[in-house]
T-cell receptor
Framework: RKEVEQDPGPFNVPEGATVAFNCTYS??????FFWYRQDCRKEPKLLMS???SGNEDGRFTAQLNRASQYISLLIRDSKLSDSATYLC?????????????FGTGTQLKVEL | NAGVTQTPKFQVLKTGQSMTLQCAQD?????MYWYRQDPGMGLRLIYY???????DKGEVPNGYNVSRLNKREFSLRLESAAPSQTSVYFC???????????FGEGSRLTVL
């Protein structure tokens, strides 16, 4: 299994829909996880951190399933402005100072 | 308060040319990182600096050198550019308590 795997999408959903993305990880010892949002041709920005079973912030809910080693991001009542790529970030098994591995991202397109 | 500033934003090089990407942060963070982002690959760590005066290799260091000039500045140098180094380069610095990564706006490099 890759360290971090995401469905690349794109997920095309109508405005107002609920959409969920999954991210699987291989390091069973990972304790903290992150979802970043990246707009087209922009830098990634932190959307949510997940330290325990989950986290909720308005229309966004992140859930962690340690037994199956995946985290999910649920977006309710999708807005046009939610269109972006969502990056899953988990602690890394391999080297690197910050020990974070980025997924390749899931692209979301919210349409009228 | 600019956060993380990268220059240049765009650059076109010919194979074999050299150049330096500059990064500066005004967040008073100790650590700074350089990533590259390629389609379908996710962000990959090139080099990192845990503190002023120290630098270490990340996942993909070959073909690059770095300098941590002071606490604020961390530069990335390509001594002899190759087409495989065509990419978007991001400088980032983590918040010490939360680990949230703050990115610069990115530098788009094309090597012909």
């Amino acid at each position: 299994r890759k360290e971090v795997e995401q469905d690349p999408g794109p997920f095309n959903v109508p405005e107002g829909a609920t959409v969920a993305f999954n991210c699987t990880y291989s390091n069973s010892a990972s304790q903290s996880f992150f979802w970043y949002r990246q707009d087209c041709r922009k830098e990634p920005k932190l959307l949510m951190s997940v330290y325990s079973s989950g986290n909720e912030d308005g229309r966004f809910t992140a859930q962690l399933n340690r037994a199956s080693q995946y985290i999910s991001l649920l977006i309710r009542d999708s807005k046009l402005s939610d269109s972006a790529t969502y990056l899953c970030v988990v602690p890394s098994i391999t080297g690197g100072g910050n020990k974070l591995t980025f997924g390749t991202g899931t692209q979301l397109k919210v349409e009228l | 308060n600019a956060g993380v500033t990268q220059t240049p934003k765009f650059q076109v090089l010919k194979t074999g040319q050299s150049m330096t990407l500059q990064c500066a942060q005004d967040m008073n963070h100790n650590s700074m990182y350089w990533y590259r982002q390629d389609p379908g690959m996710g962000l990959r760590l090139i080099y990192y600096s845990a503190s002023e005066g120290t630098t270490d290799k990340g996942e993909v260091p070959n073909g690059y050198n770095v300098s941590r000039l002071n606490k604020r500045e961390f530069s990335l140098r390509l001594e002899s550019a190759a087409p495989s180094q065509t990419s978007v380069y991001f400088c980032a610095t983590p918040a010490p308590n939360t680990g949230e990564l703050f990115f610069g706006e990115g530098s788009r490099l094309t090597v012909l």
